[in-house]
């Protein structure tokens, strides 16, 4: 007869020891070979709820899906939960926030886990309080509060480090890195990356490492090195795909790539543009030179293939279903047709988009999709459509309000960032005509940018700064300030302003030369350099010291 108390006890070690060590395919065979075991899982006994949480863990690396956990669970009745000991109530509360998380309630998930680290002077298993900061992390990083999220993740890694779990601790440092970036810490973030990779390159956890070659991808992107992005997406594809075809986070990098794969045709059909004015300024044929064909190839293939990457992650995301997921392919989609100037369409993936972040109150994707059906609206403004400027105006004003709302609710700079830029876009267009006000919704995107940010949202900064310094003279700046007429600016805003107007002038006089401009001014050349990136007039292959240091790692 089999001693099953044995097996589980032996199951439960083998477990725990492969996700210490990242075996992970070691672990997902352990789990297969045992599948009759947990199936039948009786919660009478002892090992029972510890056998629920490592389940758990191991559905969150990969094995099956939630559902097993969810049915495990509900094998647990209220009588025998109302008399565990602490470390097994505890067990089951993880359980019940990852699958919590795995629903996409973030709060629930967090209620959970805040139930387990209330006991945490209690609790013996340094290794549970690890995990159980590590998912609080992760559910405050969808919700976008960054700095509570990094302030759990980095004691979620400190925990696994007392342990001497240096691997479990940098799968958590992943997420560390991830944040850092989001608070603009580019250099730290990629240092980040780099010691984690070199402690997980010799294990099979291909999820984890899909997962930093994706966050190579997203600073990349922001930066505006395309290339780099599309190479680092390429490599997650890859280990995503020899992990599982159908793996979600597979769908996001796909739409990662999607997004970049349009950032590039937007750059090549700026190239294609400007030569067509060029011939046009010089009185030739605005028929195209027959050396632009390669770009518009170029171009329209960038296009279809983003439209197909976007159309394998739907496919993905309709066997595993996410929320946020899906409302990025179908705003993804919305800027691929809006760019193409099928405006109906574009307002049809928003509205898609805004519908899936309503139905689980995600502010960040309520916010993105509400930002997009501004831009539409915009658009639709500037085309004559339908012939009622006044209706497309208030539309687009309502929309963008409704963003900076949702925006408001989070850390997400970048997102902030574009809302209060369409914010200042909208008022300044054709129908409001409000310079002022629009300048400052402009001061207040430019408190959420720096030099690091070369992608989408930086364009369409500088596209506002030149609608809003078109409509003003310097002098009218000037003598506006001398009269106190400030609006909401600090003067440290004011200064940099100031500097937007001084240095770029300076630095024509000095031939173009920081080190000679710092030295006319009194100024350190870093600051001479970041006016002169804002300005727009440092060249995007000018490289900064996140792009040195990993020039120094290759």
Request: hydrophobic fraction near 40%; glycine fraction near 6%.
């Amino acid at each position: 007869m089999i001693d099953r108390s044995d097996s589980s006890q032996k199951l439960l070690a083998g477990l725990r020891q492969d996700i210490i060590e990242r075996r992970i395919r070691v672990g997902l065979d352990r789990l297969e070979a045992h599948l009759e075991l947990i199936e039948g899982l009786d919660p009478s006994t002892e090992q029972a709820p510890q056998l629920i949480w490592r389940v758990a863990q191991w559905v969150d690396v990969g094995f099956r899906c939630p559902d097993i956990v969810q049915m495990l669970l509900t094998r647990l009745p209220k009588e025998i939960r109302s008399k565990l000991p602490l470390t097994d109530y505890a067990a089951v509360r993880m359980a019940e926030g990852l699958v919590a998380m795995s629903h996409e309630d973030a709060d629930d998930a967090i209620a959970h886990f805040d139930a387990v680290l209330a006991f945490e002077h209690d609790l013996s298993d340094t290794e549970l309080l690890a995990v159980a900061n590590f998912w609080k992390a992760r559910s405050q990083r969808k919700k976008g509060e960054y700095e509570a999220a990094l302030a759990h993740t980095v004691k979620a890694r400190d925990l696994a480090s007392s342990c001497g779990f240096d691997r479990m601790a940098a799968v958590m440092r992943v997420l560390e890195s991830w944040l850092c970036f989001q608070a603009g810490k580019h250099r730290e973030a990629l240092k980040i990356l780099a010691e984690t990779e070199a402690v997980l390159r010799e294990t099979d956890d291909l999820v984890v490492l899909g997962n930093i070659e994706s966050t190579y991808g997203r600073i990349f992107r922001q930066e505006g090195r395309y290339d780099e992005a599309i190479r680092h997406f390429s490599q997650a594809i890859c280990h995503y795909r020899k992990r599982d075809d159908t793996h979600p986070h597979l769908a996001r990098t796909l739409a990662n790539m999607a997004y970049v794969e349009r950032l590039v045709a937007l750059e090549l059909r700026r190239k294609i543009d400007s030569e067509l004015a060029r011939r046009r300024r010089a009185g030739r044929s605005e028929r195209s030179d027959p050396r632009q064909t390669p770009y518009r190839e170029q171009f329209q293939t960038l296009r279809d293939t983003a439209f197909q990457h976007l159309e394998e992650a739907a496919a993905i995301y309709r066997r595993h279903p996410n929320h946020r997921g899906e409302g990025t392919v179908h705003l993804d989609r919305g800027l691929l047709h809006l760019d193409n100037g099928a405006l109906d369409l574009a307002e049809e993936e928003a509205a898609k988009a805004f519908a899936l972040g309503e139905e689980k109150e995600d502010a960040i994707l309520m916010s993105r999709a509400r930002i997009l059906q501004c831009m539409v609206a915009n658009g639709k403004l500037e085309e004559g459509i339908e012939g009622d400027p006044r209706r497309h105006s208030q539309a687009a004003l309502d929309y963008i309000r409704d963003a900076i709302e949702f925006a408001k609710t989070t850390q997400n700079r970048r997102l902030l960032a574009r809302a209060h830029t369409w914010h200042g876009l909208t008022l300044s267009n054709e129908f409001f005509g409000d310079h002022h006000t629009a300048r400052e919704a402009m001061t207040i995107a430019g408190t959420y940018l720096d030099h690091g940010f070369h992608d989408t949202a930086w364009e369409d900064l500088r596209i506002l700064k030149a609608r809003i310094t078109g409509s003003q003279t310097v002098d009218e700046t000037l003598l506006a300030w001398s009269q106190g007429q400030l609006g909401n600016r600090t003067f440290r805003q004011i200064s940099e302003e100031f500097a937007e107007i001084i240095i770029p002038k300076v630095w024509e006089m000095e031939g173009r030369k920081i080190a000679r401009v710092a030295t006319r001014l009194s100024i350190s050349p870093k600051k001479v350099r970041r006016a002169l990136a804002r300005a727009g007039l440092l060249k995007r292959s000018q490289p900064g010291p996140s792009e040195a240091l990993v020039r120094g790692m290759e």
